[in-house]
């Protein structure tokens, strides 16, 4: 009875000092001195001192686990939670599956109308769609069941695959039965039954990485600090650039600096890497591809009411703008859709154009309504961030918000004639497999995080990691 009354006393007076280590090292991350006391001492708490006279070892062994209950439930309360979060059912994330569910409808009717007055019944690549979003559903169950952190750690690992995916879609003699190049471009590698887009997961696995590497405090609050994440982002910026993918390769930059806005870094860091990027920003013109070029001048042509080009280099933007503006403000029914579309010939309509035909059929309203789904989405991320006092959960719901709401911005913005076309794709209702079972990994993330966010009885700031603790 003894032993078990030392034991009980070891652990508890383990836990005791464990806590007062972690209280230290996050007064410290806050800026605190070593001289503030930790916390009241245990006699001040009603507990009994630890090695104090007991009566009996019965005794011992009750004022021990009273001691191991009380601070356990005290770490819960300052915001030092057990390893191991309760799952909370309700939660924002649901925000972003209802949304993608509805945009997923939206693209599904969209891609169909687009089949051709002549198609019986659901065209084929509605049909491949609906089993493209059911593995999509599939893949978010599955992320959603470990705990986001163990994805986490598999980042190295996941990490290394996609960077020797995009190394692979380059080398020149891997035959063309594998990698097909579509227009000049090098994105895909044929896996038999669909064709898989490496730079899709790759933009998953860059916010894990950052995420990973920013919830250090140390790592992004001194200047040289934020050279990882610049090295961690231009790696696959530039293999994507070769492809060449200039759309994917725009969605890095921004959700880089939400990321260390979130995570806190000085701002006049944050100031002196924009304006070192805007005076790079020209010198990388000449790198571009001309067909880049040529959209990049065609949008500056239109701002300048030069109509020379709407017929050549600005003929695709042009004709988007047509088909939209078709729409009015309720749109038509489905077969008179189906007819405009078919027969104006907008180029990439089920693919980067798919914003106008979802404007031509359910118009300006129904515009606004897709757009509406997208804010939906945004809040569930954001919130589902705000809720996480944990690092890397909302680093990764932050990123993955920014990239989704970046690329909405840039489809709809080329779809209306504001920005120059880059072949951006518009989140789970454009058609392709591997954007919508991606889309649907970053809702499943979202739902992993929501679940297991620490459930604590007064607000608290924001808490980092230490480089002593394990994820």
């Avoid at 089920?350 to 118009?363: C, E, K, L, P, S």
């Avoid at 989704?404 to 880059?422: A, E, F, S, Y």
């Avoid at 966010?453 to 980092?464: G, K, N, T, V």
Wanted: glycine share 10%; hydrophobic share 50%.
């Amino acid at each position: 009875m003894d032993g078990g009354a030392g034991g009980a006393e070891g652990r508890a007076a383990a836990i005791l000092d464990r806590g007062r280590r972690r209280a230290r090292r996050q007064r410290r991350a806050r800026g605190g001195t070593r001289d503030q006391p930790d916390r009241p001492c245990a006699h001040q708490r009603g507990l009994p001192r630890r090695g104090g006279a007991v009566s009996s070892a019965g005794a011992r062994l009750e004022s021990a686990e009273q001691i191991a209950e009380g601070q356990f439930g005290r770490l819960r309360r300052m915001g030092d939670a057990p390893r191991r979060f309760p799952i909370v059912i309700w939660n924002p994330a649901w925000l972003t599956l209802l949304a993608t569910l509805g945009l997923c409808a939206v693209g599904i009717h969209c891609i169909d109308l687009t089949g051709g007055v002549d198609a019986e019944g659901v065209s084929p690549l509605a049909k491949r769609q609906i089993a493209f979003a059911f593995f999509g559903l599939l893949a978010a169950a599955f992320v959603a069941v470990p705990h986001y952190k163990f994805i986490a750690r598999l980042t190295p690992l996941l990490a290394v695959v996609v960077l020797a995916m995009l190394i692979f879609l380059l080398i020149p003699m891997v035959p063309e039965s594998i990698v097909s190049p579509r227009k000049g471009a090098r994105r895909w590698i044929n896996l038999g039954f669909f064709d898989f887009q490496p730079s899709e997961l790759a933009k998953i696995v860059y916010v894990l990485a950052v995420a990973r590497y920013l919830r250090y405090r140390k790592n992004h609050r001194r200047f040289l600090g934020l050279a990882p994440p610049a090295i961690i982002t231009f790696v696959p910026m530039a293999l994507i650039l070769v492809e060449p993918d200039l759309g994917t390769a725009l969605l890095f930059l921004p959700t880089l600096f939400a990321m260390l806005i979130v995570a806190g870094a000085r701002l006049k860091h944050l100031l002196l890497v924009v304006v070192v990027a805007s005076a790079m920003a020209p010198a990388m013109y000449p790198l571009l591809q001309p067909h880049q070029k040529d959209r990049i001048r065609a949008i500056y042509y239109q701002f300048i009411g030069d109509d020379r080009h709407q017929d050549s280099i600005n003929y695709q933007g042009n004709l988007a703008m047509t088909v939209a503006g078709a729409g009015g403000l309720r749109g038509h029914s489905a077969e008179k859709s189906r007819a405009m579309i078919h027969f104006n010939h907008l180029p990439e309509d089920h693919n980067d154009m798919i914003f106008a035909v979802a404007t031509n059929r359910f118009g300006l309203l129904g515009a606004l309504g897709v757009i509406g789904l997208y804010m939906l989405w945004i809040i569930g991320a954001i919130w589902t961030a705000a809720l996480c006092r944990e690092p890397v959960g909302r680093l990764v719901a932050v990123g993955l918000g920014v990239i989704v709401i970046t690329q909405m911005t840039i489809n709809i913005g080329m779809t209306i004639g504001i920005l120059p076309i880059t072949g951006m794709t518009l989140p789970f209702v454009s058609y392709g497999g591997s954007s919508l079972v991606a889309g649907f990994l970053m809702v499943g993330l979202l739902c992993n995080i929501g679940m297991r966010h620490p459930a604590y009885l007064q607000r608290q700031s924001f808490e980092f990691d230490n480089e002593d603790d394990d994820d």
